[in-house]
T-cell receptor
Framework: NTKITQSPRYLILGRANKSLECEQH?????MYWYKQSAEKPPELMFL???????RNETVPSRFIPECPDSSKLLLHISAVDPEDSAVYFC???????????FGSGTRLLVI | AQSVTQPDARVTVSEGASLQLRCKYS??????LFWYVQYPRQGLQLLLK??????VVQGVNGFEAEFSKSNSSFHLRKASVHWSDWAVYFC???????????FGTGTKLQVVP
């Protein structure tokens, strides 16, 4: 899926700090971070629409989103917890209520 | 508030058989409805979408879904299942007022010979 690229693909962390990156090549106005734990549906973490953070679910403060421009999204993680082990997906869409395009995800393992 | 329910966590069908995956929604206003598929170790991919209009919508790979206002449903159908359809299917709903999508809990489809 080259429409949305995510890096890294895999990440193994102790209690280090790290950032996940996402870039979309679709010209979409809205971008999202989702967390998907095993055998669960994706859970919305953050939503940016036209670069403005307009939705922030009850996510631990160790997760900090950043939207440096309309095509890029970052997720800064500090002092991760084992419960943070999951796949983190980036997605984008024209508007928050239109269809979403997902990236391939970053698999985070906290040891 | 809008929400979507997928009552079947797991469905098993024989290859070549027909398929229906159920989705029920609740909303205030005009719903937009979606079906996504997630293959192992991949992100979600759009199968089809419903915006107000023809209640039967066609998607990729022979999938279709039918919007029913009276039953508050948006079931996914396929006439003949292929082994490559083995995946998890998610139903989602948003509204024309601009709210973001809510996802169902997903249905895992297993295809047997």
């Amino acid at each position: 899926n080259t429409k949305i690229t995510q890096s890294p693909r895999y990440l193994i962390l102790g209690r280090a700090n790290k950032s996940l990156e996402c870039e979309q090549h679709l010209g979409h106005n809205a971008m999202y971070w989702y967390k998907q734990s095993a055998e669960k549906p994706p859970e919305l973490m953050f939503l940016y629409n036209l670069k403005q953070l307009i939705r922030n679910e009850t996510v631990p403060s160790r997760f900090i989103p950043e939207c440096p421009d309309s095509s890029k999204l970052l997720l800064h993680i500090s002092a991760v917890d084992p419960e943070d082990s999951a796949v983190y997906f980036c997605a984008s869409s024209w508007t928050p209520n239109s269809d979403y395009t997902f990236g391939s995800g970053t698999r985070l393992l906290v040891i | 508030a809008q929400s979507v329910t997928q009552p079947d966590a797991r469905v098993t069908v024989s290859e070549g058989a027909s398929l229906q995956l159920r989705c029920k929604y609740s909303y205030f206003g005009t719903p937009y409805l979606f079906w996504y598929v997630q293959y192992p170790r991949q992100g979600l991919q759009l199968l089809l979408k419903y915006y107000p209009g023809d209640p039967v919508v066609q998607g990729v790979n022979g999938f279709e879904a039918e919007f029913s206002k009276s039953n508050s449903s948006f079931h996914l159908r396929k006439a003949s299942v292929h082994w490559s359809d083995w995946a998890v299917y998610f139903c989602a709903v948003s509204m024309n007022s601009g709210t973001y999508q809510r996802f169902g809990t997903g249905t895992k489809l297993q295809v047997v010979p």
